[in-house]
Nanobody
Framework: QVQVVESGGGLVQAGGSLRLSCAVS????????MGWFRQAPGKEREFVAA????????DYADTVKGRFTISRDNAVRTVYLEMNSLKPEDTAVYYC????????????????WGQGTRVTVSS
């Protein structure tokens, strides 16, 4: 049974930091491309960051580049999203996604999804 479970969301003031985690089970984690997406109320789900299975490639949305860092630890089957200098517009439910085929920016490119973790940034 495949499980993708996010954690680490919460309430933070603008300028603060949070680290999201995403644990994967039921798949060969070291072969997975991993992505983070977010969805704010009334908006479509949008790409945040992605990382290749080997950690050699990362990709970031322009809106988070320089503030967020995606990383992974294959030994513990977990991908992370370090979020710094948070802004109110970062408020959203953050989703972790996995796929064995390729790294991408579109939700439909990912097969496995978590339930999301909520991040709220107050001004």
């Amino acid at each position: 049974q495949v499980q993708v479970v996010e954690s680490g969301g919460g309430l933070v003031q603008a300028g603060g930091s949070l680290r999201l985690s995403c644990a994967v089970s039921g798949l060969t984690f070291s072969s997975l491309y991993m992505g983070w997406f977010r969805q704010a109320p009334g908006k479509e789900r949008e790409f945040v960051a992605a990382i290749s299975w080997s950690r050699s490639r990362t990709d970031y949305a322009d809106t988070v580049k320089g503030r967020f860092t995606i990383s992974r630890d294959n030994a513990v089957r977990t991908v992370y999203l370090e979020m710094n200098s948070l802004k109110p517009e970062d408020t959203a439910v953050y989703y972790c996604a996995a796929d064995p085929r390729a790294m991408g920016r579109m939700p439909h490119q990912y097969t496995y999804w978590g339930q999301g973790t909520r991040v709220t940034v107050s001004s």
